[in-house]
């Protein structure tokens, strides 16, 4: 893309506590700082964002969030709106990890909704797509990716990718130490890039597409060097700072 450096992006999952938390910051901050071919993003489950907020305020290193509500605010308990992660410093949101539409049923419309709602209060949505093995070994992959993509454009148009984050993650590679290919993940990026661009071909230039899934120190060399791949989103490694920050010093 035309959009500046690339971006390595942490999901925590539901992992850490107070304690470890402050020793992976800590660990992580200075060879980050250091790391300046990367932007860094660290998401966090919600109540570790002011501790995050504390940590990484006046570092190079972003925060955010791993969900957020589709609505304003109200009588929706257990929800957290967007308001709110801006209240403590947040300026990511990752919105519609597998993890979450597996196990939540969440619609691709609920997802829509998240995304726009986390833009409206000036948060880079980070979208996650992606297809299951059964798809793609029935070759239907980018069918599936092109519907995930399409609901936003529906809905909100393609303007909506403007300056937002999409993340390609394949589900056969989430936490399985299987990683797609560079060759797979750039044809999909292509894919997703081109989708955006036959309805706002402006907003598909700023978009940042990222690569997510078994991301390690090893695959994020070729990863990180394609020009199609503009960044990584890493789950298991990003819990262990030796291995961020190879990955994040993997960014050419
Ligand atoms: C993820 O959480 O989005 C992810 C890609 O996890 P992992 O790196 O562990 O596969």
């Excluded at 308990?77 to 919105?95: C, P, S």
Aim: one cysteine or more; aromatic letters at 8%.
């Amino acid at each position: 893309s035309l959009a500046s450096k690339k971006l390595v992006v942490a999901n925590w999952k539901m992992h850490g506590n107070l304690m470890r938390n402050q020793q992976l910051i800590q660990a992580y901050l200075p060879a980050l700082a250091a790391c300046t071919r990367a932007e860094v993003v660290v998401c966090v489950p919600y109540p570790y964002l002011a501790q995050i907020q504390t940590l990484l305020t006046g570092t190079s290193v972003a925060w955010g969030a791993q969900n957020v509500a589709k609505y304003e605010e109200g009588a929706y308990t257990g929800e957290v709106g967007a308001q709110m992660l801006t209240d403590f410093g947040a300026r990511y949101v990752i919105i519609g990890h597998s993890e979450r539409s597996t196990a939540y049923c969440e619609s691709d419309e609920n997802i829509a909704e998240k995304f726009m709602m986390a833009k409206r209060h000036g948060l880079t949505p980070i979208l996650c797509v992606g297809e299951t093995l059964l798809e793609r070994e029935a070759g239907v992959m980018e069918r599936v990716v092109g519907k995930q993509l399409e609901t936003i454009i529906r809905l909100f148009g393609g303007e909506a990718f403007a300056g937002s984050i999409v993340s390609y993650e394949p589900i056969w590679a989430i936490g399985t130490g299987l990683a797609a290919t560079s060759e797979q993940a750039v044809a999909m990026h292509q894919f997703i890039r081109e989708s955006v661009a036959a309805s706002d071909k402006t907003a598909a230039d700023t978009l940042k597409i990222l690569y997510g899934g078994s991301v390690n120190p090893q695959n994020a060399v070729q990863l990180l060097n394609q020009k199609e791949i503009d960044g990584a989103l890493v789950g298991r490694c990003s819990l262990d700072a030796e291995q961020f920050i190879k990955i994040c010093q993997a960014v050419p």
